[in-house]
């Protein structure tokens, strides 16, 4: 026979429990009633472990649920807000002012750091379309110089 008493019994599958000897008292019997002679079984027969050394079932989380939360309480997670300077710094780089909106992804990276706020990737596109645009723009400007510088010379040779 097992004991009852010892913990390791208690996932035993195949352990039965004492029956009490004596029928269970009605619903109006006290604990433990003198006159009738009923009790809800022996004492000894108890387990001897406090509700925090018994085994502990294990409930498996769901998503958007937090371990210590009920379930029917969900977990609401809210989306941090995306920085403002950012979109513009990328669209004003799209648009072709390169050094501006180069500028504004730099400041707008900085701020999404200190207000732990989205949009580093609009801001870091914004910088490097900004200053691919401002080296864009210096090229042409250098070529246009050039046709200016060399079309004057022509000018001068001919005359």
């Given at each position: 026979?097992?004991?009852?008493?010892n913990?390791?019994?208690?996932?035993?599958?195949?352990?039965?429990?004492?029956?009490?000897?004596?029928?269970?008292?009605?619903?109006?019997?006290?604990?433990?009633?003198?006159?009738?002679?009923?009790?809800y079984?022996?004492?000894?027969?108890?387990?001897?472990?406090?509700?925090?050394?018994?085994?502990?079932?294990?409930?498996?989380?769901?998503?958007?649920?937090?371990?210590?939360?009920?379930?029917?309480?969900?977990?609401?997670?809210?989306?941090?807000?995306?920085?403002g300077l950012?979109?513009?710094?990328?669209?004003?780089s799209?648009?072709?002012?390169?050094?501006?909106?180069?500028?504004?992804?730099?400041?707008?990276?900085?701020?999404?750091?200190?207000?732990n706020?989205?949009?580093?990737?609009?801001?870091?596109?914004?910088?490097?379309?900004?200053?691919?645009?401002?080296?864009?723009?210096?090229?042409?400007?250098?070529?246009f110089?050039?046709?200016?510088?060399?079309?004057?010379?022509?000018?001068?040779?001919?005359?």
């Amino acid at each position: 026979m097992t004991n009852p008493d010892n913990p390791s019994n208690w996932s035993d599958p195949t352990y039965q429990p004492p029956q009490p000897s004596e029928p269970w008292p009605s619903a109006s019997a006290p604990d433990s009633a003198p006159e009738t002679g009923y009790t809800y079984g022996d004492p000894s027969t108890y387990p001897t472990t406090t509700p925090s050394q018994a085994p502990q079932p294990y409930y498996p989380t769901q998503p958007g649920y937090a371990p210590g939360q009920p379930y029917g309480q969900p977990q609401y997670i809210v989306a941090q807000p995306t920085n403002g300077l950012a979109i513009a710094s990328m669209i004003v780089s799209i648009l072709g002012f390169g050094p501006i909106g180069a500028i504004m992804g730099h400041i707008a990276r900085k701020q999404i750091r200190e207000r732990n706020e989205q949009g580093d990737g609009f801001a870091l596109a914004g910088v490097i379309v900004g200053w691919i645009t401002t080296a864009i723009w210096v090229v042409a400007c250098g070529f246009f110089v050039l046709a200016i510088v060399a079309s004057a010379g022509a000018a001068t040779g001919a005359g």
